[in-house]
């Protein structure tokens, strides 16, 4: 068969044999051949259980989709802003920051056991310099409720200036998430740059897969 190319931030549209329709899940990719993504299971999910049944070895009817719009640039620094299974194609740019660039990961989830999942793959990141640094928010933590959103309006100032520095953002998760994160960095923006987000956007500094 024909060599797949594809890269993280592409998708992968899985095929249930009950249902008509495709799935689409976000790629990381994380070395030569393998990739990772994040899903969420749902009770009556049709996808989401059909994927959990899985046995390891059991071929699948699967096709990859590109989403350039997506894809990561490493050339330039960045801040990967997501919430929940929205974490995973920042899996695979972490994994695509060569140049040992600035990036920041801003991630939410209900609790320390959902980041559980990926910390292996994101402390290894910033031992070997291709992470800078992350930050989590709990919406069910010791703290209190605690959103991504929470974490981006805090380090504004900081944000608005890596955009004006030239860094891309890029944003994966809910779309509650991203209308949230769109509004503090906007305001950001306007308070220690003054330009609004939509400035920086016709740059092609800001690229989002939400859903």
Not at 142 to 149: C, F, L, T
Not at 157 to 162: T, V
Not at 174 to 188: E, G
Request: with cysteine.
């Amino acid at each position: 068969s024909k060599e797949q190319r594809f890269q993280s931030g592409d998708l992968i549209a899985f095929y249930p044999p009950t249902d008509p329709f495709e799935r689409y899940y976000s790629i990381g990719k994380i070395s030569k051949d393998e990739f990772v993504i994040s899903v969420k299971l749902h009770d009556k999910g049709i996808c989401s259980n059909y994927l959990n049944a899985l046995e390891l070895g059991q071929q699948v009817d699967a096709s990859f989709k590109r989403n350039v719009a997506f894809h990561f640039n490493p050339k330039r620094a960045a801040i990967l802003i997501g919430n929940g299974t929205g974490i995973g194609p920042f899996l695979g740019m972490i994994q695509e920051n060569w140049n040992r660039n600035e990036v920041q990961l801003y991630w939410g989830g209900k609790s320390q056991l959902g980041f559980s999942l990926y910390k292996s793959y994101v402390e290894q990141a910033k031992e070997e310099g291709m992470l800078s640094a992350y930050h989590r928010a709990y919406s069910k933590g010791e703290e209190g409720k605690v959103y991504v959103g929470d974490l981006v309006q805090k380090d504004g100032e900081l944000i608005a200036k890596s955009l004006k520095n030239g860094a891309i953002i890029y944003i994966c998760g809910s779309l509650a998430m991203q209308q949230d994160v769109l509004a503090f960095i906007d305001k950001s923006t306007l308070t220690f740059s003054n330009r609004p987000l939509s400035y920086y956007q016709k740059k092609g500094q800001l690229r989002m897969d939400c859903y």
